[in-house]
Nanobody, 114 residues
Framework: QLQAFGGGLVQPGGSLRLSCAAS????????MGWYRQAPGKQRELVAT???????NTADSVKGRFTISRDNAKNTVYLQMNSLKPEDAAVYYC??????????WGQGTLVTVSS
């Protein structure tokens, strides 16, 4: 029900914007976020946003990545600037609801390399 896209190959210092769109209506949304998983590592939180707009950003990307949303389009974004090789990973979006539902996108690959 969630589809993430926007990944790709970018040089260090470059930018990408990831998008995550819900294919249908999701009711009672409590929050949304982006996570990433690099090869051989556990999935980690990148940034989240509550339905009220409160954001939480991992220290490793603070000041470089920004989460935002477009309620009208049921879409959440992750703007990634000043990308570093260590940012390379599969990025997943997630939406969770007050009712306990938890939706994950299929992942989009970000490669940072010169």
């Amino acid at each position: 029900q969630l589809q993430a896209f926007g990944g790709g190959l970018v040089q260090p210092g470059g930018s990408l914007r990831l998008s995550c769109a819900a294919s249908g209506s999701i009711f009672s949304i409590n929050g949304m976020g982006w996570y990433r998983q690099a090869p051989g590592k556990q999935r980690e939180l990148v940034a989240t946003m509550s339905i009220g707009g409160t954001t939480n950003t991992a220290d490793s990307v603070k000041g470089r990545f920004t989460i935002s949303r477009d309620n009208a389009k049921n879409t959440v974004y992750l703007q990634m600037n000043s990308l570093k090789p260590e940012d390379a990973a599969v990025y997943y979006c997630r939406i969770w609801t007050y009712r306990g539902s938890d939706y994950w996108g299929q992942g989009t690959l970000v490669t940072v390399s010169s």
